[in-house]
């Protein structure tokens, strides 16, 4: 009788989220039918003078919209995301569920290009290469740009003899789509890292064939 019970505890025990990996994949699993979360982060916040044994965890989370951008999730999202963790969760845990920031940008670069080569056609390849870099699939909350992987990619591509600069401008106000927030990309700028806010945050493109723009230099 006693391996029996244990038996079952066991298997309850199993369909809970223990870890914050664990709360991660569960939100990320959660039916399609109740919304869809398009990113997530999770951090332990540090609480001075913490008294009580129930363990707050902190879930950023962001949806998108029919245009495939990312966007806020909506009140009803997170009541539901909210809903469908509550039968996973271990006792002690205590979950936030909070909106992450966005943070849209823009790029220019300038290159110089090898003779015999049309300029527009390699500005156009250049472009491409940085539109597939920044796909919001390959991007995470609290990502940094690392500025020389860029120099890097528009390198290899054809007909580039060199990267002379590339310039990130900050793309912010609802009127024109973009996110409502404003960001200082200069000064989030150490040793050649954008690095994000200390809130939870992702960098976007939003626009990728308007916010990514290249010129030819000479040499």
Do not use: H
């Not at 003779?115 to 940094?144: A, G, R």
């Not at 580039?160 to 200069?186: H, M, R």
């Amino acid at each position: 009788e006693q391996i029996r019970q244990n038996t079952l505890m066991q298997i309850a025990a199993q369909q809970r989220t223990v870890t914050l990996d664990d709360y991660k994949v569960r939100a990320m699993s959660m039916p399609s039918d109740f919304g869809t979360i398009a990113k997530l982060y999770m951090e332990k916040p540090t609480l001075d003078n913490q008294t009580t044994t129930v363990e707050t965890l902190c879930m950023y989370i962001l949806s998108q919209n029919g245009a495939g951008n990312l966007s806020v999730p909506t009140e009803t999202l997170k009541k539901n995301l909210r809903t469908y963790l509550s039968q996973y969760k271990m006792i002690g845990d205590s979950i936030e569920i909070k909106d992450a920031y966005i943070i849209n940008i823009g790029i220019d670069f300038e290159i110089v290009v090898l003779p015999n080569f049309i300029n527009s056609q390699v500005i156009l390849s250049c472009i491409t290469s940085l539109q597939e870099y920044f796909n919001k699939d390959n991007w995470q909350i609290n990502q940094p740009i690392l500025i020389q992987d860029l120099f890097v990619l528009l390198d290899r591509v054809e007909g580039v003899q060199t990267v002379k600069d590339i310039k990130f401008t900050n793309k912010a106000g609802t009127s024109q789509g973009y996110s409502q927030y404003g960001y200082d990309i200069e000064g989030a700028t150490l040793n050649g890292v954008i690095y994000p806010s200390l809130d939870p945050s992702i960098f976007e493109i939003k626009y990728l064939n308007e916010d990514i723009k290249g010129k030819v230099v000479p040499l």
